[in-house]
């Protein structure tokens, strides 16, 4: 047995403990990730899901990330999560009556150094050979999309009309609600402290509201998955990273893509609500501490004035930070892992970019539980990838 | 009967009956409040509602208001524009 002493329960949680002692399986996580996985699993027909969080909902990652959604990448398997994800966005507010916001105005990436630019070429050439319609385009062109844009310093751009940006937090209420309609429990301030394993299997998820028997148990833990697989003894080369975001004050509808600067990570969008949104690829450390910094700020803002400079008046309302689940190849670790529990399924390590592929994540991870043939070879996410030294990082990673 | 409209939070046009509705559905805490309706993400940044709000979730709740979770408060303060951040050899908002 592991574990650890009982977190005491605030009176602002929701005060009733699970209503049963044991479920099929007990998602742990209410991220993006695990609420996803819990909805599939539940239209599946699997409704005895349990889905446990040790806060309220939407303070993770996904409450903190910058909605970008896109097809832009350069390995098959970031390409086609992300691609299959996008379909299943569109249709996400006719299946949970909740607005995500979502909308299709582009990815623009701009770079500023030939190579790149060499390397831009040949992403967009392998992208369009799976269907992603990722243009070069003259920098003329790019100023068209976006109006006031500065090129200078720039060598060349690519586009994808069809990547896009969303409000994540609707994502997160959409699929309880309707994880929940399907008959889904989703637990809050529910944290696992530590899991009863008999043999081979994990057997019960011990919490501070009660040990939970179960037969299948997910870790959808985000940047916290690392801690929580070594409760059983299981080392995942999963690291919390720490990246800053801030948001302006609402403005016209101008920006139609998310603007991206590769030289320093920078990117920007515009959300529904009319605020710029964005962060950058630099002032990132391997932290759980989310403090935010002045030194962010002044260089996203050099940043913006350099490339629009007309937005030099807009004023910033908010910052905050947030961590990334980063793994080695910038690849999530998805499945069950050949050294861990047989019932442990992994869904974490997404570097950065788990709320654009949550869809698929979800669907996947609940074909693998419900023991149904995958869309997708998950062998390609496993754990083994890294002792076997398969790996293939895809450089088109930012923020 | 027509009800005069009571605003919570003005910036993001949020009514006390819309937050008390969200109570009774289930986004009963301020933080979960603030993720689902918006409340205390407006220009102000919460400076005008953020204790209107906890103290409607602890009335709805009956609890005491020190039991209710406060937001976070982030930086900056006051708004800062870009162009006052971008410039050089300055640290912060000046007025
Ligand atoms: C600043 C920033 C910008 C980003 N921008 C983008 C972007 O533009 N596009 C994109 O797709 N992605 C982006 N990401 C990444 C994205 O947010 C994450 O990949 C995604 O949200 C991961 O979802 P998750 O459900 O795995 O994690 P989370 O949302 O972090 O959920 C994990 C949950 O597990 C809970 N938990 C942890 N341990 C326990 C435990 N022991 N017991 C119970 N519960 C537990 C936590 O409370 C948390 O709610 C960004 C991330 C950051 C930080
Ligand atoms: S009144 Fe609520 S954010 Fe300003």
Redesign the interface.
Known sequence: MTGSADVPL?????QAGPKKDRYEVVVIGGGAIGLAIAYELAKLGLTDVLVLDKD????GAT?RNGGGVRAQWTSTENIQLAQRSITAFKNFAAETGHNSFFRQGGYLFLTRSEPQMQALTKAAAFQNTHGVRTRVIALEEATRIVPGLHTGGCVGATFNPDDAVLFP?PL??GWKEAAEKLGVEVLTFAHATGFEVSGSRITAVRTNRGTIGCTWVVNAAGAWSRDLARLVGLELPVKPERHEILV???LKPFLGPMLVDLSNGYYVNQDMRGELVGGLGTHTEESMEWH?S?EF??E???T??RLLPR??????????AGSYDKTPDAKPILGVAETGPINLVQANGFSGHGMMISPMVGRLTAQLIAGQKTDLDLRRFALERFSRGELEADPMVIG | MVTAKEFLCRCEDITMDDCRGAIHEGYSCFEDLKRFLGVGTGPCQGKACVSACMRLVADERGLPIEAVDVMTFRPPVRPVSFATLAAPDQTGDRP
């Not at chain 1, 309220?56 to 303070?59: E, H, P, R, Y």
């Open positions: 605030p009176l602002i949680a929701p309220s909902l939407v303070k409450g937090w997160v209420w302006s004050e609402p935010s002045l700020a002044r996203f803002a050099k913006t004035v937005l030099g008046p807009v004023r910033v309302l908010r910052q905050w």
